[in-house]
């Protein structure tokens, strides 16, 4: 495996536009393997969405999205809820706590998940039981998952997908409470502990062409990164990953660029059963990756406002989209690496790899 530090250095692209992905290697070599990555936001099934389930059928939460979902080669999402029968099973004293029932999984497999996330703070809202039966009806459904397990050393797992372009993900949770967390001993979500998690990392790189991290994090309903959501994306980088994604905030945060990788700090939420006031607007990334760098990447703008579009997100219109990217552009140039970005009049973001 090449080191990252000694991959080629290139350019690419974030496409903000709706109809065209315009690629920075046009000229390259056309035989060099590629796969499309499609990464999303929170999912989350359970609530108001089972009555749509009920009605519409099992395919109505991503029906607006198909063409989109199936033309990527792999999708990963964040599922932020348990799958099973919650009814008998202690809840834990929380705010909010999601499940949804074995008789509606098959929604999730609507979505086209390769992989989803377990590490966050829904998947032990009802305990062990309902975890591992999530892990075992995901399975079943052909979706494997990363970030929750046994102990820490399953919880820290990566999956493998093969293909053209090996892709390696791992899944981490930084938020409370810090009872879901794994230890050596009891069963949890994956939380970065230094050396152990930068290990991983590198060992996930060791046996992948492209690895993607991502984290549980940040401020809920607020675009706005903390100081440790950089410090962590930026030593997983360091370590061999070459895309970093956030999910929890539920809204979205903005782009970094370190050392030629990118980092989306939070991908909001993709279908989410609530009628949130400040979640309304979201997007998938499709990020086209080679065996080692990042070809070009595009958002595909979606509409998440669940009052409107009844937990079924669609793609924007104009000028919907245009604001929302103007609304990334600005959040992205808060942070401080991106200052030497430049954003074209079409809508396109480009950064070089610098050395």
């Not at 834990?92 to 509606?104: D, G, I, L, M, R």
Request: net charge neutral.
């Amino acid at each position: 495996m090449t080191s990252p530090r000694n991959r080629p250095l290139r350019k690419f692209l974030i496409v903000l536009c709706l109809m065209v992905v315009v690629s920075p290697l046009s000229g390259a070599d056309k035989n060099v393997p590629t796969q499309t990555l499609l990464v999303g936001g929170d999912v989350m099934l359970g609530n108001w969405v089972i009555d749509h389930l009920k009605r519409d059928g099992m395919d109505y939460p991503f029906r607006a999205v198909r063409h989109i979902l199936q033309a990527a080669d792999v999708r990963f999402f964040n599922l932020e809820a348990p799958i099973g029968m919650a009814d008998s099973l202690h809840r834990v004293k929380k705010s909010y706590t999601f499940a949804v029932p074995p008789e509606y999984r098959q929604a999730i497999e609507y979505s086209g998940a390769d992989v989803v996330s377990l590490a966050n703070n829904h998947v032990l809202d009802y305990g062990t039981m309902l975890a591992d039966s999530t892990v075992h009806f995901l399975l079943e459904m052909g979706i494997n998952s990363v970030g929750y397990g046994t102990d820490l050393a399953a919880a820290s797992r990566p999956f493998i997908k093969t293909g053209d372009v090996t892709i390696g993900f791992l899944a981490y949770s930084m938020t409370f409470p810090r009872s879901f967390w794994a230890t050596d001993s009891t069963a949890g979500t994956a939380y970065p502990h230094e050396d152990y998690f930068t290990n991983r990392v590198a060992h996930t790189d060791s046996m992948a062409d492209f690895t993607v991290v991502s984290f549980h994090w940040g401020s809920e309903n607020s675009d706005s990164t903390k100081k440790y959501q950089q410090v962590f994306a930026r030593r997983a980088i360091d370590a061999g990953a070459d895309l970093i994604i956030g999910h929890h905030p539920h809204v979205w945060q903005g782009f970094e660029s370190y050392k030629g990788r990118l980092i989306a700090y939070s991908l909001g939420n993709f279908c989410f059963g609530s009628f949130s006031p400040t979640a309304l607007e979201s997007g998938l990334l499709e990020v086209r990756v080679s065996a080692d760098s990042i070809w070009d990447a595009r958002i595909h703008p979606l509409d998440v406002k669940n009052v409107d579009v009844r937990f079924q997100p669609r793609p924007m219109r104009q000028p919907q989209a245009d604001s929302f990217f103007h609304h990334i552009e600005m959040i992205s140039t808060r942070l401080d690496s991106l200052r030497t970005v430049n954003i074209r009049e079409n809508g396109l973001l480009e950064w070089k790899y610098l050395p």
